[in-house]
């Protein structure tokens, strides 16, 4: 085979070699284009849901709700109901609970019969 059909053939790996790398580097760079297109649309939605929340933020309305849940605010005139949670054991409809007198507690405890909490 002759020198020059050799040294022609190796140029032509050479270069399908570097046309391969380029297209494995474009590739790449698209796929990471991509990827930052994502974020950056992402990212300006989260940003136009910010703006919004700034304008609500903004209103007298949210001032008004946030004076009278944080702050315990009131209006002239109104007349402010707080709701406490019941600490009491709720009773069961039919049933009395009867407390135990003394002696009958140490009778329960001395034959093991108490329930013990």
């Known amino acids: 085979m002759p020198l020059w059909l050799v040294a022609a053939i190796l140029i032509m790996f050479y270069e399908a070699f570097l046309v391969g790398q380029k297209m494995y580097t474009n590739y790449k760079f698209d796929r990471d284009l991509a990827a930052l ?9 989260k940003n136009q849901k910010l703006k919004i929340d700034i304008e609500y933020f903004k209103t007298e309305e949210y001032k008004e709700k946030v004076a009278r849940e944080k702050l315990n605010k009131q209006k ?37 019969r108490l329930e013990r909490n």
């Open 37 to 45: 297109e994502k974020q950056v649309e992402a990212m300006d939605k």
């Open 76 to 112: 002239p005139g109104e007349t402010v109901i707080v709701i406490t949670p019941d600490n009491r054991p709720a009773e069961v409809a039919g049933v009395e609970t009867k407390e135990k007198s003394n002696s009958e507690k140490w009778w329960l405890f001395l034959t093991n």
